[in-house]
Nanobody, 120 residues
Framework: QVRLVESGGGLVQPGGSLRLSCAASGSFFSINAMSWYRRAPGKEREAVAVITTIGITSYVDSVKGRFTISRDDAKSTVYLQMNSLEPEDTAVYYC??????????????WGQGTQVTVSS
C-alpha cells in the first residue's frame, strides 16, 4: 500500500512564503508525474502544478512566477515552493502521484491535504 504524507502548510501573511512537501512511502516500482492540487472554500478543486519524470513543469496561470514545483526521486518526494502568497491562495492543498507498482501498472494516489491560509 502506498501512502502520501504532506507537510508544510500553515498561516502566513500576504507576500509571505511557504514550502509544501509530500513524501510517498510503501512498496512501488517508480513514480511518474507528481502534482499539486488545491480546493479553496466554495470552489472546485483545481490543478496547481505538475512535474513529469524528466522535470518538465506546468502551472495554472494564477501561480505562474510565484510557485515552483520540484521533485526528489531519491526521497520519493514532491515540493511546492510558494512565494508572494496572496489571500486567494488560501485553500487545502493536495499532492497527487501516479505510482507504478510494476513496469506496466500504475495507480493514482492522493495526500491527506494540508491547509494553507494567507491572511493578515
Amino acid at each position: 500500500q502506498v501512502r502520501l504524507v504532506e507537510s508544510g502548510g500553515g498561516l502566513v501573511q500576504p507576500g509571505g512564503s511557504l514550502r509544501l512537501s509530500c513524501a510517498a512511502s510503501g512498496s512501488f516500482f517508480s513514480i511518474n508525474a507528481m502534482s499539486w492540487y488545491r480546493r479553496a472554500p466554495g470552489k472546485e478543486r483545481e490543478a496547481v502544478a505538475v512535474i513529469t519524470t524528466i522535470g518538465i513543469t506546468s502551472y495554472v496561470d494564477s501561480v505562474k512566477g510565484r510557485f515552483t514545483i520540484s521533485r526528489d526521486d531519491a526521497k520519493s518526494t514532491v515540493y511546492l515552493q510558494m512565494n508572494s502568497l496572496e489571500p486567494e491562495d488560501t485553500a487545502v492543498y493536495y499532492c497527487n502521484m501516479d505510482v507504478r507498482s510494476s513496469r506496466s501498472l500504475s495507480q493514482t494516489y492522493w495526500g491527506q491535504g494540508t491547509q494553507v491560509t494567507v491572511s493578515s
